[in-house]
Structure formats: C-alpha cells, structure tokens
C-alpha cells in the first residue's frame, strides 16, 4: 500500500492490481482495513481508527483510491463522487486502438449481477442506465495503445465494457475479450489522477499515482512525459 495524500480528513492511496478496497466473499483484507492499520501504527491511536470508503475499484484494476478519515468528510465526498464533483483521469492500454483518436463514447449498459459483468447497448432499453466517457489517445507502441479516460458517470464496469464494445478491451482483461490475461493476473486499467475541492478545507486537492511496476506501462508514462516537457 502506498500513501500519495493525507491530511486530517482524507487519505489517498495508489492500489495495486491485487488488492480490493472493500472485504468480499474472498476474505481476503481490504484495503480499508490496510489504512486502518498504517493509520493506528503512524499515529499510536489506542481506539478504533475511522476509515470511510468514498468509492471503489475493480480489484483488478490499479491506482488511485480516496478514503476519509472523519464521518464529516466521508458524508461530503460521497456526495461529491455522487455529484460528479470529483474528476477522475484513467490510463487504460489496448491492443485494437479505436477508429478515432479521441471522442465521447455514449451507451446504455445493463448489469448481470450472477456473473458480474455489465453489456453494452447502442440504444436504450429497460433497466439499461446510461454511461458516458471520453477518452483520446495519449501515445503507441509496436502493439499497444495508451489511451486516457475521462469518465462522465460512474457506471459498474464502465471503462471495461465499454471499450470492449468498439472493438478495444483493455490488455488482460479476459472478461471483456482479452486475447490472454497479464501475468500478475490484474487488467492493464490505472486510475490515474483524482482531482476535487476538500470537503473540509476547500482547498484543490490534485493528486497522480505513479503507473504500475511494469515495462510496458513505464515505457508508455516515459513516452507521454517526454511529449509534455
């Protein structure tokens, strides 16, 4: 676990692909439970420590996740996320780019909750709720595609399902029609950058979490950083 913020109300990690941020049927601990105790250890806290989930990432996928530390900024920040007032950028790598180099792409998703995974539709139909994101090609390889990822609702599998519908599934993502998984077993989707005002404070907070150990994805932030100097 990696801490990238932290102040009185609010701590921001950068998740790797093998962790959850909530417990599930797995056992496994959560990542809620990993703050807890980093924050217990950091401060010599006796008591039970707070830790409120604001929002979640697929287990597979990695980086950036907001936790509160008080119930005053937890109630605010799900309202936040609710809202739309937090700005999250996503990294996602692809072996079939799309047809255009940016765009907005709109769909109307339907999620099967026995095999969780989310379908996508052109058009809308019952039970379908509506999702939308941008994104743009951010830099190439011999095979890959980079692509950043501007989500506009907060839809279950979102990115995933819907890049696999034009043709573009994320590297490693056998559920959505990856050729092969990753090695590591997690999907090549990084949250990228968070960006909100402080529930509290009202400050900017901006944070980037650095990309995964991986020769592929140091290759691609090289190359995006390169362009940006």
């Given at each position: ?15 790797t ?61 799900n ?12 990294w ?6 799309p ?35 941008d994104?743009?090609?951010l ?13 506009k ?55 980037t ?21």
């Amino acid at each position: 676990m990696e801490v990238l913020y932290e102040d009185n109300h609010v701590i921001i990690v950068n998740k790797t692909c093998s962790e959850i941020v909530q417990g599930d049927k797995t056992g496994d601990t959560p990542l809620s439970e990993m703050v807890k105790a980093w924050l217990k250890e950091k401060y010599d806290k006796p008591g039970n420590v707070f830790v409120g989930v604001t929002h979640r990432l697929d287990r597979p996928v990695s980086g950036l996740v907001v936790f509160a530390k008080t119930s005053k900024a937890l109630t605010r920040l799900n309202d936040m996320f609710r809202n739309g007032e937090v700005k999250k950028q996503y990294w996602a790598i692809v072996k079939h780019a799309p047809e255009q180099e940016s765009g907005e792409l709109v769909h109307y998703l339907v999620r099967n909750e026995k095999i969780n995974k989310s379908v996508a539709y052109d058009r809308e139909r019952p039970g379908a709720k509506r999702a939308v994101l941008d994104y743009r090609v951010l830099a190439r390889s011999d095979r890959y595609t980079l692509l950043e990822v501007n989500l506009k609702t907060g839809r279950h599998h979102q990115i995933r399902c819907q890049l696999a519908k034009i043709g573009s599934p994320i590297k490693g993502d056998l559920k959505y029609g990856a050729e092969r998984s990753n090695p590591d077993g997690g999907i090549s989707l990084h949250a990228r950058h968070v960006e909100f005002i402080h529930p509290v404070s009202k400050q900017l907070i901006s944070v980037t979490a650095p990309v995964p150990d991986d020769n592929l994805w140091k290759a691609f932030e090289q190359m995006v950083e390169g362009e940006n100097q």
